[in-house]
């Protein structure tokens, strides 16, 4: 069988035959010289020789670090759509997994999109609870990829503080349980590499956890300035109870319009069905409903409605996942009929088979 590998001569090197067996001749000083001439400058550079292996071994190591973080890059694709097909036919094979959807759909470009934030956000969350082992590699290292995106972008911007630190904090609680099982192949990867990236987690935390929101530079009008209807229509707009608590605490005045009852009500039905909020009557002293306690209690028992400005499509005629925005090879004669909107969780359950 042919040696395959590099010849351990090295090409460009002159070797003599002697009676001990091939040795190397190098040029010093433009004199041809022998190994048996050069042994005692070989025993004097032996410890120059040493340093200089190892020299080639750091940088080598270093080179393919260098390598293997720069195979992120490829991984950020920008398909617009995809075929989500779930078995083999005819005219096509295979099957399309969450992992590969996650990979090809351009989730990169979605977090830079107000409208999408929120959804990408749910989704990394959902597949963070219950979906990561089931991503293949190239998926979990592209899902921490964006995951790191997604924290840059919070900490230029300094928004959506609170949904980043549930994120995260739901991705390190995964992690914990899922590397105490390493052994049993949960996790794609050595056990060091998912250390790593659990202290990259606290890293975020903490930076998330000292973030300094700066006051805006503009001298105009501000939420303050305006009537107090007009800034309870626009607390009326906020569909997340948390939102008005922590616009309550900016001053006192904000405080006493952010109790107003029929806010509160406005918000629970939307979010809750008559029957559950049956359930979980609260009355005051007075005889009047609780409607904020009634919130977050019934948030405790049961999922809110969540809302998006911007999801991902379905085409139940071509079974296409594309973004509302683009357009996909559709056939159908009215394809505006045959799309519907796919929610994190449904996006999650199109690849359950």
């Not at 010289?33 to 190591?61: F, P, Q």
């Not at 964006?146 to 949904?163: A, G, H, T, W, Y």
């Not at 049956?278 to 809110?304: A, I, N, Q, T």
Request: aromatic letters at 10%; proline letters at 3%; one cysteine or more.
């Amino acid at each position: 069988m042919p040696f395959l590998g590099q010849d351990w001569r090295s090409p460009g090197q002159s070797w003599v035959k002697t009676e001990d067996g091939w040795k190397k001749t190098r040029l010093y000083m433009g004199n041809l010289l022998t190994a048996d001439s050069l042994y005692c400058k070989e025993e004097h550079d032996k410890e120059n020789l040493i340093l200089s292996i190892n020299y080639d071994v750091a940088a080598k190591k270093r080179k393919k670090d260098l390598l293997n973080n720069n195979t992120k890059i490829p991984y950020f694709h920008k398909d617009k759509w995809i075929y989500v097909h779930k078995g083999s036919t005819k005219e096509r094979h295979g099957y399309c997994t969450l992992g590969e959807a996650f990979n090809r759909l351009d989730f990169c470009s979605a977090i830079k999109d107000s409208r999408r934030f929120n959804y990408v956000v749910r989704l990394l969350e959902l597949i963070a609870k219950s979906q990561l082992p089931s991503l293949s590699g190239v998926a979990q290292k592209n899902y921490m990829n964006i995951l790191e995106r997604v924290v840059q972008k919070v900490l230029e911007d300094q928004q959506n503080v609170r949904p980043i630190k549930e994120l995260l904090q739901t991705l390190y609680a995964s992690l914990c349980s899922l590397v105490q099982d390493m052994g049993k192949s949960v996790l794609v990867g050595n056990i060091n590499i998912w250390v790593h990236r659990m202290e990259n987690i606290l890293q975020w935390q903490q930076q998330l956890d000292n973030i300094q929101i700066n006051r805006p530079t503009n001298t105009g009008m501000t939420f303050l300035d305006l009537p107090a209807s007009l800034q309870l229509n626009i607390m009326h707009c906020l569909s997340d109870g948390r939102d008005l608590v922590s616009l309550g605490q900016v001053c006192p005045d904000l405080s006493v319009l952010t109790e107003d009852r029929l806010l509160w009500k406005k918000l629970c039905q939307y979010h809750f069905s008559d029957r559950q909020i049956r359930k979980r009557l609260m009355v005051s002293d007075k005889g009047h409903l609780e409607w904020k306690k009634m919130y977050f209690k019934l948030c405790r028992c049961y999922p809110h409605k969540e809302q998006y400005s911007d999801t991902l499509q379905f085409c139940t005629h071509c079974h296409i996942l594309f973004w509302k925005d683009t357009n996909h090879p559709c056939t159908a004669n009215n394809p505006e009929s045959c799309c519907k909107a796919v929610s994190p969780q449904g996006f999650i359950n199109l690849f359950k088979f």
